[in-house]
């Protein structure tokens, strides 16, 4: 079966020495094996998300994070402002009212970043149990700078928690959850973990447990502090899947073999070589100078590329990128550089990409 490699964002490329660790005979949910199993990805999750503090392991999606975050965050009567700069952090909007939650929101032009001005003008005079912000809006190429929102936060609004989706970033750029006062940090296997889609992390501060014991009607399959009782025994509540946390122990080991500050830094490599490449090639690039993401670059169509017609060209070289979210469809392309991709991989695409352009 032939195989078409991805640069797009999400799923990433899984090498299959990681798709190969999946297929270990199966254990039991409830055995030592598996409490083992577990145990280990937790402390190499740690180091991913240089944190001390616990990080949740989940069976789903990121979405099912974000409203993991939200039900354990806000209280009832309590506000949750949503900072939408793309389409993801609009689902953040979207998850907080379906979670009933006085969810409001606050609306930048696609493109920007959610900038600590924005929040800070915001929040000014009321009361906010949290804020939910993207940090990598997979939709736009927009990196927006949550270390600098946190402090902002820390200073002048120290009761409101920080909710920060970090899906399409995590392990692709640089996320120092501690050090930046985060007190949410979420993300998902797919992206630039690169590793099959199906398991979701957040990495949770002591103050979110704290507001927890605060709100009512937390669920059951998202309680934070339902988590925390089985995490301490290196457990989860309901059963894990088993196969996947057998891929990730392996592909978060060879991510701390490879080491965090030169994975971020091949990322920043990949980035810059494929917004060169657009640049050079009469596109633009759609997210604001100085807040262009490590891990998709969304290029604006300024030529007016038939993305079908580039689509089969790619996919006969056995290769594939992503046509604009939303409403951009059609209006931008959207470029992959995460996970596992090297610089010669990135280059091959480019190449594509560049005769393409000449045929």
């Known amino acids: 079966m032939s195989h078409t490699r991805l640069f797009i964002p999400g799923p990433s490329e899984v090498r299959p020495e990681i798709l190969q660790a999946q297929t270990a005979p199966m254990i039991g949910h409830r055995s030592g094996d598996c409490d083992a ?10 180091q991913v998300f240089m944190t001390a503090n616990r990080v949740y ?16 965050s806000v209280r009832a009567g309590q506000r949750v402002a949503c900072f939408v700069n793309g389409a993801f952090s609009l689902r953040w909007h979207e998850v907080a009212a379906g979670c009933g939650k006085e969810a409001v929101r606050f609306d930048l032009p696609w493109g920007q970043p959610v900038r600590p001005a924005d929040v800070d003008a915001a929040l000014a005079g009321g009361a906010w149990d ?8 997979t939709s736009t ?14 200073a002048s609004y120290p009761e409101t928690l920080l909710l920060v989706d970090a899906v399409s970033s995590l392990a692709g750029d640089w996320i120092p959850t501690d050090a930046w006062g985060l007190d949410i940090c979420l993300t998902s296997s797919q992206k630039a973990l690169a590793l099959p889609p199906g398991l979701a992390f957040a990495a949770v501060s002591d103050r979110v447990l704290a507001r927890a014991r605060e ?27 088993i196969s996947l946390l057998r891929a990730a122990d392996r592909q978060l080991g060879d991510i701390l073999a490879e080491g965090m500050d030169a994975r971020v830094a091949r990322h920043g490599r ?16 759609f997210a604001a100078e100085g807040y262009r993401s490590q891990t998709v670059t969304c290029v604006e169509n300024t030529p007016g590329i038939d993305y079908a017609a580039l689509s089969r060209f790619l996919k006969a070289r056995g290769l594939a990128i992503s046509n604009g979210y939303g ?28 005769d393409y352009m000449v045929n």
């Open 327 to 354: 409403d951009l469809k059609g209006k931008t392309l959207r470029i992959a550089h995460m996970g596992d991709v090297s610089e010669a991989e990135m280059q091959e695409l480019l190449d594509a990409l560049s």
């Open 270 to 285: 990949l980035a810059s070589l494929t917004q060169q490449w657009a640049l050079s090639h009469g596109f633009g690039l």
């Open 215 to 241: 709100v009512s009607g937390r669920g059951w399959y998202f309680d934070f502090l339902v988590l925390e009782k089985y995490l301490v025994k290196n457990t989860t509540p309901a059963t894990p899947a």
């Open 37 to 46: 199993l577990i145990a280990s990805v937790e402390a190499k999750l740690q």
């Open 141 to 154: 190429g927009v990196a927006s700078p949550v270390g600098e929102i946190a402090a902002l936060l820390r």
């Open 57 to 72: 392991i989940l069976a789903s999606s990121g979405s099912g994070l974000q409203e993991a975050a939200i039900r354990n």
């Open 130 to 137: 949290a804020v939910a912000v993207v940090h990598n809006e």
